[in-house]
């Protein structure tokens, strides 16, 4: 019998009797590290969610078990990990906790058109927008499952395919939605009516990433040129007087925005070219972030607490940048193409996947994960070196040439989903430490 302390779970603790193996449910889509820590949650076909002791590698019966899927069923994940909704034609949705699985709502009836499902939750969870279609948002109180009203929105002239955003102030008072045409209106979250003046969007395509502010002085949003042509656009506006701040940021090949430092400034990233930090409201550049890629779409995530910006691209070199001067804080040339990097949200510190460049019409044949650290003591912008690595074997094709990683939230451990494979490595000695089996191929 292993040890709960070894780390060593899923495949190897789950030939105990009684244990459901977690390759069970075949080939896994999502799998999250739980902000607690002590869980991680897998969803594999039809939307079957199962909850996982990060311990002992068990599974924890909860009650989103009982949830029965199918082909018409959807699922939503908050992005900050507090919430699942996954409902289908059969039974409507419920709201579960993403820690425990306990549910949070009875069934609510709100029917999705599609299997990724899109939703917003309110600070006090009382309240639930659902875009269940792209020219409607259903409001629905989560005590009762009653749906409360329906909002109707515009919609995009030239593309089905995308769903509105919204997103709730941190008093809950009001909310913000976004819709496919690219209209953004506040919403008194007691009568539901709208307050003030609406904001259009001047960009075009895929309108996306809805924000506002900590402070609720400033609201943004930009749009993604997909395939449809045109710029990508990122707007900020005043949240009370619904004037632009700023300029619109325009890029050929995609403009991104998001608030940093709780909202005191915005990063700019592009699909090409370096991205930046800029001032509000005036929207000047503060600094430039490294690289400066004009081929490929260069990276940008937050470390340590938001204080380090890690930046990446295909001159294989990770950049670390001090936030709040936009200081060279160190650099890691990789001498291999990057294919992900995760930043730990406590250390200075990133973990990066390289692959080898393969033949034309070739998989790599092999990868590398690789840490790297700013030592404690270091003269910042000196070049830092690589703490641990391992080399992955590609064999069994649990691996392909993009790669989605995610560390967790103690930073401790790192986690790989690839071809519905699940492989976690603790981020210390980058050792192997779980791992389902690989998906049979016929």
């Known amino acids: 019998m292993i040890s709960p302390r070894s780390w060593v779970w899923m495949m190897c603790l789950m030939s105990q009797a009684g244990a459901t193996p977690l390759s069970d449910q075949r080939s896994i889509h999502h799998a999250w590290f739980a902000s607690s820590g002590d869980r991680i949650v897998t969803c594999a076909a039809e939307t079957r969610f199962r909850f996982w002791d990060s311990t002992t590698g068990e599974p924890v019966p909860t009650e989103i078990d009982q949830f029965a899927g199918g082909r018409d069923s959807w699922s939503h994940v908050d992005l900050a990990g507090k919430w699942i909704l996954t409902g289908s034609k059969q039974t409507g949705s419920r709201l579960y906790d993403f820690q425990t699985g306990k549910a949070l709502s009875p069934m609510i009836s709100a029917f999705f058109s599609r299997e990724e499902a899109n939703a917003v939750l309110s600070p006090g969870g009382f309240r639930l927008i659902a875009f269940e279609r792209p020219d409607v948002a259903g409001i629905y109180d989560t005590k009762t499952g009653r749906k409360l009203t329906e909002i109707p929105l515009s919609l995009s002239s030239d593309d089905g395919d995308s769903l509105p955003e919204g997103v709730f102030e941190e008093n809950g008072k009001r909310a913000w939605i976004l819709d496919t045409g690219g209209v953004i209106r506040c919403l008194d979250t007691t009568t539901w009516k709208a307050l003030g003046e609406t904001i259009w969007h001047p960009g075009e395509g895929y309108f996306k990433g809805l924000e506002i502010s900590a402070d609720g002085r400033y609201v943004l949003a930009y749009s993604d040129v997909a395939d449809c042509g045109g710029k990508g656009v990122a707007c900020v506006w005043d949240a009370l007087t619904r004037r632009p701040a700023g300029k619109p940021v325009e890029r050929s090949w995609g403009a991104a925005a998001e608030f940093v430092e709780g909202g005191k ?53 990770i950049v670390f940048t001090d936030a709040a001067t936009g200081a060279s804080r160190g650099n890691y040339h990789t001498h291999q193409p990057i294919v992900a990097v995760v930043a730990s949200p406590v250390k200075d510190r990133a973990v990066a996947l390289l692959g080898q460049t393969p033949k034309l019409g070739e998989k790599p044949s092999s990868f590398t994960l690789e840490r790297v650290d700013r030592r404690e003591g270091a ?64």
């Open 265 to 317: 400034r915005v990063r700019f990233s592009f699909g090409r070219g370096a991205s930046y930090v800029a001032q509000l409201p005036s929207l000047n550049p503060d600094y430039y972030l490294p690289v400066d890629d004009e081929i490929g779409s260069p990276g940008v995530l937050s470390a340590d607490g938001g204080s380090t910006f890690v930046s990446w691209g295909r001159d294989e070199t």
């Open 379 to 442: 003269v910042p912008g000196e070049p830092l070196s690589c703490s641990a690595s391992a080399t992955l074997m590609n064999e069994d094709g649990s691996l392909d040439s993009w790669v989605p990683m995610q560390m967790s939230p103690d930073g401790t451990r790192v986690m790989l989903l690839a071809n519905g494979r699940v492989r976690i490595f603790q981020v210390a000695d980058l050792k192997e430490l779980a791992s389902t089996a690989p998906v049979s191929t016929p």
